[in-house]
């Protein structure tokens, strides 16, 4: 159950509350101001003292873990009086009369028992809570791991979803191209897309790239031509030494050059443009000697595609903030929105400049 109060958000877990609520049964039953019965009394349940401790304990406890979200949910009360805030409500102070009615049925329980069994008479209180408390924390990270799991499950079976940030989002777009088995359609600035930013994860979305291309899945990629290429290359690394100086001692500029271990390293921003640059025609003839299909575009996207098999796709819209690009990106599933990106690609892909040795 999630609640939205002011501007303020805060989540209230059945699960969780019920978890707490088991804990400090166990720990009211068991602990030893719960059965300050005299010894003379051993075979009647004398329940007045201890259970008036037992609920007074089970109150503070209570109220010590929830004080912060029952103050936000009275105070959401106050301004939302709506009936299905208080069906809400209603079922959260049920729980929690259930959980002390538990208590108080526990701790008769586990009076009687400790009692009569010979075993246990051996055994102090605090040594049955230890047992407890050790059996009860395995059993809930066991359930927390099942519901992890679960959790992980129906993300994973959303039609659509966010997958990360460029460049974090080459390993999903990895993920997506190696299971295509017929065609595999890209709108991208480069087609060395992130090879600078994240040059570990590119070097495998390459070899997927050249693998399905020669395996004879149609391999169709739009990409900027020279021009715009190379405007959008200046307003990634402007010239300046201070921007040079900037760049040369960012993460990616030391990770991109321990990657690429032979490579002399360009002292201007010149230098780094015109290297990339060279990496990126590499990466082209390369591809195209796998029989891959590239094509050039005089205008930038409004979003960029990665299209396996019109069964999947992930697609990117691109935010600048200055030099630095973080670009949103969305994995989907969802069959009307893929033929609509599919039709985006087609439009792209009649309208862009082909190689004259290169078929239509």
């Known amino acids: 159950m999630q609640f939205q109060i002011g501007t303020g958000q805060f989540r209230w877990s059945r699960q969780r509350l019920r978890s707490c609520a088991a804990l400090l049964d166990f720990i009211a039953a068991f602990h030893p101001s719960a059965f300050a019965c005299p010894p003379q009394h051993a075979k009647t349940v004398r329940v007045g003292g201890p259970l008036v401790r037992l609920f007074s304990g089970f109150l503070v406890a209570t109220l010590a873990l929830y004080y912060r979200s029952l103050r936000l949910l009275l105070e959401g009360i106050m ?73 992980n499950r129906v993300a994973q079976s959303m039609p659509t979803r966010f997958v990360g940030l460029f460049p974090k989002n ?90 690429k271990r032979g490579v002399a390293r360009p002292t201007t921003m010149q230098g780094l443009r015109k290297l990339l640059d060279e990496h990126e025609k590499a990466h082209i003839e390369a591809l195209r000697d796998q029989g891959a299909e590239i094509c050039y575009l005089a205008e930038q996207p409004d979003f960029f595609l990665w299209l396996e098999d019109d069964e999947e796709a992930i697609f990117c819209f691109q935010n600048m903030e200055g030099a630095e690009e973080r670009g949103f990106s969305f994995r989907t599933r969802d069959g009307n929105l893929i033929r609509q990106l599919k039709r985006v690609f087609d439009q792209r892909w009649s309208s862009c400049k082909r190689p004259a040795t290169q078929p239509a």
């Not at 729980?95 to 586990?110: G, K």
Request: net charge neutral; glycine share 4%.
């Open 79 to 151: 301004k939302d009086r709506g009936l299905a805030r208080w069906k809400t409500v209603r079922r959260i102070i049920l729980e929690l009369f259930a959980a002390a009615v538990l208590t108080s049925l526990i701790a008769i329980l586990a009076y009687r028992f400790h009692a009569r069994a010979l075993i246990l008479k051996e055994m102090s209180f605090e040594d049955i809570l230890a047992v407890l408390a050790i059996w009860f924390a395995i059993v809930h990270f066991v359930d927390s791991r099942n519901q992890e799991r679960e959790i």
């Open 170 to 259: 080459l390993t999903e777009i990895v993920r997506v191209l190696s299971e295509a088995q017929r065609h595999i359609y890209i709108i991208v600035d480069y087609v060395g897309y992130a090879q600078y930013s994240s040059p570990r994860v590119y070097a495998r979305y390459i070899e997927t790239l050249k693998d399905a291309a020669g395996r004879g899945v149609t391999v169709r990629i739009a990409c900027y031509d020279d021009p715009l290429a190379d405007k959008e290359m200046v307003v990634q690394f402007p010239d300046g030494d201070e921007e040079f100086k900037k760049e040369s001692s960012s993460a990616r500029f030391q990770e991109y050059f321990a990657f």
